[in-house]
C-alpha cells in the first residue's frame, strides 16, 4: 500500500517565495521525491524522462499557462494520467474551466491550508493505489454505466476513475441526445454518470427526460459540473439528480458517492 512518502512530486512555480510554500507544506507530509521548476518546458522535458505522480502548477507561467501545461500532459500517452494540482490566485473562468475539463484533481487557492492540500494529496494516493490495485476491496464488475460528456478529455477522466474503481461494462455518449439515443434503444444502464453543459441536450435535460419519459426512470443519476450559480444548481436538483459532483474532480469524491449510489441499489 502506497503512502504519502512514496509521491514523486514536480512543482511548476515561477515564484520563489511561492514555491518555497509548496515545497515547504510537502515536506511537512512527509514527501521528499521533488523537482522544482520555474518554467514548464523544462518541466515537461522531466516528466517524460521520469513521470511524477502528481505535477503541481501555477497557473501563469513565463513560458505557457497552467493550462497549455495539463492540456499538453492529456495529450500525450505517458504523461496523460498524471495527476494535476493547481495553485493559482486566478478566479477568472476562461482559464479555470479548461483546467476543470482537464480533469484537475483540485484548483487551491493562494494562500492554501495544509488542510486543502492534504485532501488533494490523499484523493491522488487512493487514486493510484486503485488503479495499480489487482483486487479491490469491492468489485462493481456487474455494473453497465453510461458516461455522457461533449468533452473527449472530460470522458477520458472521468473514464480511469471508473476503471479504478472497476466497473464492468463501461458506454460513452457524447451528449444528452446521444444518450438518449442509446435508452431509446433499449440499453439498460444501473448508474448514469453525466455533465451538466452539453449542447443538444443538456444534463437537466437528460435528466428530466430519464425521469418522466423513459423505462428507466429509477436509474441513479450522477450530476458532473463547474456549475456555481445557485439558482442552477437548484434547478439541477429538482430534475432529479441523485447526486452532484462538483469539478474540479476529486477520485475520493466520485469513489464514495458511486459507491453510495450502488448501495442505494442493493437495499
Known amino acids: 500500500m502506497m503512502d504519502l512518502t512514496d509521491l514523486y ?3 511548476v512555480e515561477p515564484s520563489n517565495l511561492q514555491r518555497n510554500i509548496i515545497c515547504d507544506r510537502l515536506r511537512s507530509f512527509g514527501i521528499e521525491q521533488i523537482d522544482e521548476f520555474t518554467e514548464a518546458t523544462p518541466a515537461w522535458e522531466s516528466m517524460l524522462k521520469r ?6 502548477s501555477s497557473m501563469h507561467l513565463p513560458d505557457m499557462t497552467g493550462t497549455e501545461l495539463v492540456n499538453q500532459m492529456r495529450e500525450h500517452p505517458a504523461l496523460r494520467d498524471v495527476t494535476f494540482l493547481l495553485i493559482s490566485s486566478e478566479t477568472h473562468y476562461r482559464y479555470l474551466e479548461p483546467i476543470r475539463q482537464a480533469g484537475a484533481i483540485a484548483i487551491l487557492p493562494k494562500p492554501f491550508s495544509r488542510d486543502e ?3 488533494a494529496l490523499r484523493s491522488t494516493l487512493h487514486y493510484i493505489s486503485d488503479t495499480s490495485s489487482e483486487h479491490h476491496d469491492e468489485d462493481h464488475e456487474d455494473l453497465s454505466v453510461l458516461l455522457v460528456d461533449d468533452s473527449r478529455m472530460s470522458r477520458k477522466v472521468v473514464r480511469k476513475m471508473l476503471d479504478a474503481l472497476a466497473i464492468g461494462e463501461i458506454t460513452e455518449a457524447g451528449d444528452g441526445s446521444e444518450a438518449l439515443e442509446r435508452i431509446r434503444a433499449g440499453q439498460r444502464f444501473d ?5 451538466y453543459n452539453m449542447p443538444n441536450v443538456d444534463g437537466k435535460e437528460l435528466t428530466e427526460h ?15 459540473t463547474s456549475e456555481q450559480n445557485e439558482s442552477h444548481l437548484a434547478a439541477i436538483q429538482q430534475a432529479g439528480v441523485s447526486a452532484i459532483c462538483s ?3 476529486s477520485y475520493e469524491m ?4 458511486i459507491e453510495q449510489l450502488v448501495n442505494d441499489l442493493e437495499i
Open 9 to 11: 512530486v514536480v512543482v
Open 51 to 56: 513521470v511524477p505522480d502528481i505535477a503541481v
Open 117 to 119: 492540500l492534504c485532501t
Open 191 to 195: 448508474l448514469i454518470v453525466t455533465d
Open 210 to 224: 430519464i425521469r418522466h419519459h423513459s423505462d428507466i426512470p429509477t436509474v441513479p443519476i450522477m450530476m458532473i
Open 247 to 249: 469539478k474540479p474532480l
Open 254 to 257: 466520485v469513489k464514495v458517492l
